[in-house]
């Protein structure tokens, strides 16, 4: 009967007209178990067909994409696009990076909103609001009623969740996990990057973030910058990080693989507000202070985000200190703490049953100029630490999984056509299509609009702000639903 069911289907989609086929390319589907030489025949926003030599007859548009690899829309799990970052130029930056969805981690929502709005680049971008005391909640120990209020107001305005920025800006132990009880409870999403107001945001505090979660769903953010050497070797805080996340599926992980982190330069009476800016300043025998951030910047230590055009760049010594001083010190710093061996072995460890440990390959980008995880994931894939699926499935299938997409992530017939091509000579990005509208061609961004992924309950709110809704549930994916299918 599913063979007679098949032909049928096959039969009708024989007939089918496309409006664009991508022609000649090799076709990486891990989801659906498929990679290979085909073509992919797109109708109405959606995948129509894959198969080896489609009539190009049928189609109104022909894009040759042979010796490209085509992918589902690279989806990055964790970006910054808030004002900070310089988030006007966030969705363009992603973009070029062949980047087609994100989940923008921590906001503030607002200004999420409004840059997806008025600065967009054709993405789809899912956003989370920020629990910070003296911002989003009154002070480090919110009670439970104040973060409902929080959770509930950012859901209507059309988060899909909160994130906890300990390592930046902690609370206590109590509120943390109050935090993650209430979004469990509520079936929203909950991000939590570690550090408390007992421990830092360093391998103590990850492991103090997955005792809090115990059996609560989590999503704990750049595993390896939790591995940057500070108690132990580098190798020995990745293996002890690796070790603790097994056995723990109520866990979910991404890992990023640039050497740089990103953190806030702004300075408050002399000191600078991050407690992560201060640890970097420390741990290469740097005063904590303004001063002390000024001279790491001037020898080169620090980097200091400012805007070129429409992109932003990182730059060091007499420009980065002016650029600082310039915007009063309140803009993205960033330092070279990440050892390769933390980011290379979070991207390729896997545990006894060959699963992969961290979910997924993230930039933790944006308007931080980082978003490498085409560039870099290629390059693993080159030096075979991934084979090409396997990259897919983490910069892709696992991330839609996660965020509850069941139509992205794969090319089966019926899913959004979100697609990335890339060039593996080149470990980049060539091109890329949102609901079958090309967004990113060669490096120059040719979409516009933002689809905002929400819950039902945050549609209305973001079409009255003049945004596209996407509305999808959590329950679709394995945050709240069913075991990894991979
Ligand atoms: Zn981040």
Known sequence: MWGKLKRGLMKGAVNVKFDMVLRGGWVVDPA???????????????????????????SAVVHDVSGLVVM????????????????????????RAGVVTALDMGGPLDEFLEFSKHNSAGLNMAGLQQVRPGHTVAGDDPGEGEIRDLLEQSIQEGAIGLKLLGGHYPMTPEATRRVIEVCNEQRSYVAFHSGTTRTPGDLEGFVES????????????????????????????????????????????ESYLATINGTSGRCIEGVPESQATQRCLMERGYEPT?????????????????????????????EAVEAWLAEDTYVSVNFPVNSAVSRFLCAVSRDESERFIVDAI??????????????????????????????????????????GLPSKGHLGVGADADLTVVDLERCGAVMSFNAGEMIMYRGAVTGTGTTIITSEAGERAL???GLDAYVARLEDGIFYGKDRPF
Not at 37 to 47: L, T, Y
Request: hydrophobic share 35%; aromatic share 4%; charged share 20%.
């Open 362 to 403: 993230s930039t933790d980008g944006g308007g931080h100029p980082r978003n490498v995880a085409v560039e870099h994931g290629l390059a693993l894939v080159r030096a075979e630490g991934l084979t090409l699926s396997e990259l897919v499935q983490k910069i892709s299938w696992a991330p839609a999984t996660i965020l």
């Open 72 to 95: 589902p829309g690279v989806i990055d799990m964790h970006v910054h696009t808030s004002r900070r970052h310089k988030g006007y130029n966030a969705h363009r930056m992603m973009a």
């Open 290 to 318: 303004a001063g002390g951030l000024q001279e790491a910047i001037r020898d080169g230590y620090a980097r200091v985000t400012r805007e070129y055009g429409a992109e932003n760049v990182n730059v060091t010594g007499e």
């Open 210 to 253: 997955v005792e809090l979660a115990g059996e609560l769903r989590l999503h704990i953010p750049h595993i390896n910058s939790y591995c940057r050497g500070v108690h132990g070797s580098p190798l020995a805080e990745t293996a002890e990080a690796l070790s603790m996340l097994q056995g723990r599926p109520n866990l979910f992980t």
């Open 32 to 58: 659906n178990g498929f990679e290979g030489a085909a073509d992919v025949g797109i109708a109405e926003g959606s995948v129509a067909r894959v198969a080896p030599e489609l009539d190009p007859g049928k």
């Open 463 to 465: 079409r009255r702000r």
